[in-house]
């Protein structure tokens, strides 16, 4: 596993039991080229706040916080 796997796979687990509380998960996919490619499940999958949590809260996060991330995009 890459350093880049392995800190985002760290910053989906701390932010996953929020995404639970609701009745929604999420899953990492693949990282290429800079995008980590996510499948959003239960609640989360087709919810009205989709790109609001994508984009602000867990995107933010991981431009933030892992080198080389420049995306996140949800998959079916």
Known sequence: MTETRAQVDSLI???RPY?????GDI???SIEDGIV???????CDGCHALD???KQGI???LLENVPGVI???TVD
């Open 59 to 61: 995107e933010t996060m």
């Open 71 to 73: 995306a996140v995009v």
């Open 37 to 43: 490619y996510v499948k959003m499940f239960g609640a």
């Open 27 to 29: 899953e990492v996919v």
């Open 13 to 15: 687990t701390k932010v």
């Open 52 to 54: 609001v949590t994508l």
């Open 19 to 23: 995404l639970q509380r609701d009745g």
